[in-house]
């Protein structure tokens, strides 16, 4: 715990003002079950901001959403100043590109090795990498990044699942991406191995300058990690703040969140 | 009752809507070729020593079940004919189909599933790669261009099971065995057999591919898109093998 409290003490630049997310009014249902009811949320460059909620609130729903998996019902959604809603495939993966996602469950890709993995993404933006004929020296360098620099060969079968999730992640920065968004990130993982995740996610952050949207239900992780927090309860954002102020909260729909 | 009619004319029109988006991503590039050639090995080679064991099988026993018949009828000197035509027209390419069906369609089906559960296609989609060209297109085409070299491939090992019960049992030697079979084969047997082989791995393909690909959330789905997958793709064998058949006999009165 004192140590997870170091790592917290943040020495990122969150004075910029300059806005990555932007989302006004997000709906999305699906049949009778109305899942996000108009949330509203604004990162801001070189931010973490921790999304928390419970089961089935719609985090992953609204992460979706900003990616183009999920199209929203309605309402406004702006990433890196562009509007999701109006772009077309060859925009929208132009912008894909500048976003880096790390999948709940890893979602490395099974029949690849790891190498492969983190190639997979370089073969359809080649532009980003103009002049570079070998594509060695960037993959070793996501997977020294995370530790993991002697699995190049590996397959997805043969990691732990601490392994595959920084696998993940470099795979998720390969691209240099100036966005990460991060579902779950230590969900299934022993605590040890989720202190390691945190710390590799506010390195990488600290090494390419990244902002970062980070889901979880994970207090601890939110806790360490978080500049600015957002409670997403019945599909709205229900309460902002720093982790310190929405602790003091006495709202008991917040404290519900942090009691142990 | 009134419910499972509109299920199943919804999943109709889903197949006729995946389908219209094959032929679409497929001929727009860009192309994924060394992924449709990793996947024609995947299909072609990895299933042959199941079609040739099954080939072998069914023309050794199709020659030992008709031989006693054709006996009593003193037409045993025929069998190379009635075996060839038989297996050439119809034996050989609808059990190759359905023995790649189990075999591909199923495989098909659990490989997209699960990679659709654990969101590896929502993965491959965020990385910029457009995930339907990458995975449906390069299986359908790889099932839909290697399922009628298999059928050829059979074909010939079927044709090798039953001249060596003629071998053994009356006498006949390979190469006269051969011959007659290939005197007995014309064109309107080779070629309608061979174009209807084409369909049989398109249905395949799409069948597995559709099935993996729309599978609902949680491990279950998956087992249910392998099962289904399947089941649908013998099914539509079956009925693409009588469209073929009536088709054939309007341009060679078979």
């Known amino acids: 715990m004192k140590e997870q409290e170091n790592i917290g003490n943040t020495e990122l630049d969150t004075t910029n003002e300059e806005v990555v997310i932007k989302i006004q009014d997000l709906r999305k249902s699906f049949g009778d079950n109305q899942v996000l009811r108009g949330f509203d949320m604004e990162l801001r460059k070189g931010e973490n901001l921790v999304v928390m909620g419970k089961s089935g609130s719609g985090k992953s729903v609204m992460i979706k959403c900003l990616v183009g998996l999920m199209s929203p019902d309605s309402g406004y959604v702006e990433v890196l100043g562009k509007d999701i809603n109006t772009l077309d495939q060859v925009a929208l993966d132009e912008l894909r590109s500048d976003i880096g996602f790390l999948f709940q469950g890893s979602a490395l890709y099974d029949s690849m090795t790891v190498r492969e993995n983190l190639e997979f993404p370089m073969r359809r933006h080649r532009k980003k990498f103009e002049g570079i004929q070998d594509t060695l020296p960037l993959v070793k360098e996501a997977l020294e990044n995370v530790g993991l620099g002697h699995t190049m060969d590996l397959m997805p079968a043969e990691l732990s699942g601490g392994m595959k999730r920084r696998v993940a992640l470099a795979r998720a920065i390969i691209l240099k991406p100036k966005l990460i968004l991060y579902d779950e990130p230590t969900s299934g993982l022993d605590p040890i191995t989720s202190k390691e995740i945190i710390e590799l996610m506010r390195s990488i952050q600290k090494k390419y300058g990244t902002s970062a949207l980070i889901i979880t239900h994970d207090v601890d992780c939110a806790r360490v990690i978080s500049e600015r927090m957002i409670l997403l309860v019945d599909g709205v954002n229900y309460a902002e703040g720093t982790y310190a102020e929405l602790i003091q909260s006495e709202d008991p729909k917040v404290n519900a969140f942090f009691k142990k | ?254």
């Open chain 2, 1 to 254: 009752m009134i419910d499972k009619i509109k299920r199943f004319f919804i999943e109709i029109g889903d197949v006729s809507y995946f389908s219209a988006r094959f032929f679409k991503q497929a001929i727009n590039p860009p192309f994924e070729f060394k992924e449709l050639l990793r996947q024609c090995y995947q299909v072609g080679n990895r299933s042959l020593l199941l079609v040739a064991t099954t080939g072998f099988i069914i023309g050794l026993v199709l020659t030992l079940q008709t031989r006693p018949t054709l006996i009593e009828f003193g037409a045993v000197s025929w069998m190379p004919n009635m075996v060839g035509i038989s297996i050439v027209r119809e034996v050989g390419p609808v059990i190759t189909a359905l023995i790649c069906s189990g075999k591909i369609a199923s495989g098909f089906g659990a490989e997209l599933g699960s990679m659709r559960v654990t969101e590896q296609i929502d993965a491959m989609e965020v990385s910029g790669t457009n995930p339907f060209k990458y995975l449906v297109v390069t299986r359908v085409l790889a099932a839909t261009l290697m399922l009628p070299l298999l059928v050829i491939f059979g074909d010939l090992i079927a044709l090798y099971g039953s001249s060596l019960v003629e071998y053994f049992k009356g006498d006949v030697s390979f190469r006269l065995y051969f011959n007659t079979v290939f005197d007995a084969l014309s064109f309107g047997d080779l070629i309608p057999a061979t174009i209807k082989s084409f369909f049989f791995g398109f249905v395949i393909g799409i069948t597995g591919c559709y099935k993996g690909y729309t599978t609902g959330r949680g491990t279950a789905g998956v087992g249910i898109a392998a099962n289904t997958a399947v089941v649908m793709a013998s099914l539509l064998l079956f009925v693409v093998d009588f469209i073929a058949v009536f088709v054939s006999d309007i341009f060679y009165e078979l």
